[in-house]
């Protein structure tokens, strides 16, 4: 992987329209920052005629601003496909493709196995504390901190019975950690995942606590 500079590009004229979140846009807005590329210079590079200028430059913002690369794009203009596009654009910039090989086919994997954007899952327990005259603000926010059940990062790639699977091992080890254990005398009295779309809650289970050998 190519190493860029870690600290926050101060958007001129040529990136202040960019708003990059993947690795490769970050590396492909310093570059045209250095530079100092126009969009229309970049995509009349590309081999867009003067006509299509305007939406081939919206194309270029959507795409270096995209966690994904733009690479979910199913409309396909009469010069570039997704994947082609951002080919020729890391040409014009000249960045190796080869260094970002690996993220690019990762996520058209994704894209062709699994919902887009995927769902995230959150799995907390339901406590009871019994709070104390003395309990201000931040030392509730510290005990509530401990419902939360850390669920592995790829949980939404896997299948319905591994899901379930994981979430079950999740629990009860959450479970045997802080039962008991709580500030605030806290009883865990259940547990609850979230599904959450787009930003939007989509699903909502109830666990029972896990039985105890």
């Avoid at 690479?71 to 080869?98: C, G, M, P, Q, R």
């Avoid at 591994?162 to 479970?175: D, P, S, W």
Wanted: proline share 5%; aromatic share 10%; charged share 20%.
């Amino acid at each position: 992987m190519s190493h860029i500079n870690s600290q926050n590009l101060t958007p001129s004229k040529y990136t202040h329209r960019y708003t990059p979140r993947h690795l490769l846009a970050k590396e492909a807005v310093s570059q045209i920052e250095k530079c100092e590329r126009r969009s229309q210079d970049i995509v009349q590079a590309m081999g867009y005629p003067p006509k299509h200028i305007i939406s081939a430059c919206d194309r270029l913002r959507h795409v270096l601003s995209s966690d994904i690369l733009g690479l979910n794009a199913t409309e396909i203009d009469t010069y570039f496909t997704a994947h082609e596009f951002l080919k020729a654009l890391l040409s014009v910039l000249d960045i190796k493709y080869d260094t970002f090989a690996e993220d690019i086919a990762q996520i058209q994997y994704d894209l062709a196995h699994y919902p887009y954007p995927l769902p995230k899952y959150s799995l907390q327990a339901k406590i009871d504390f019994k709070w104390s005259g003395g309990a201000n603000w931040m030392s509730r926010g510290v005990a509530s901190s401990k419902a939360v059940a850390y669920l592995p990062q790829n949980i939404a790639k896997m299948n319905a019975a591994k899901r379930e699977l994981v979430i079950q091992q999740c629990l009860a080890a959450h479970y045997a950690e802080y039962n008991g254990h709580l500030p605030y005398n806290g009883v865990i009295n259940g547990y609850q995942l979230i599904i959450e779309q787009r930003h939007e809650m989509v699903d909502s289970i109830a666990y029972d606590l896990p039985q105890c050998e």
